[in-house]
């Protein structure tokens, strides 16, 4: 394998991990923020409302942006592989 093969391996794996990391994070900290600032502004501080919320987003968006994630993921796992057989000794 050569360091531009290598490299671009690396490449790919950065740019599906920000793919399918990224809006499950985003969603994770906008819910969390706009939680804590309604916490905040009622003075209601109970934590399990906090993670409710989280967990109702972010079952929220896997339910619409699930398949294309798992797309993404699949395209990159099968691009992995096939380029196996590109690697030389």
């Known amino acids: 394998m050569t360091t531009d093969q290598a490299f ?9 991990t920000v793919y399918l990391a990224g809006p499950v994070l985003a969603v994770a900290v906008l819910a969390g923020t706009l939680v804590g600032v309604a916490q905040t502004a009622t003075q209601v501080n ?10 109702a987003a972010l079952v ?4 619409l942006a699930g398949p294309a994630l798992a797309e993404k993921l699949t ?14 000794e």
Do not use: C, N
């Not at 671009?8 to 599906?16: E, G, I, K, Q």
């Not at 929220?60 to 339910?63: A, D, I, K, S, T």
């Open 8 to 16: 671009d391996l690396f490449t790919h794996f950065a740019t599906a």
């Open 46 to 55: 109970e934590p399990s409302i906090s993670y409710g919320v989280k967990v």
């Open 60 to 63: 929220g968006l896997l339910l």
């Open 75 to 88: 395209t990159y796992t099968r691009a992995t592989f096939a380029s196996i057989a590109h690697v030389r």
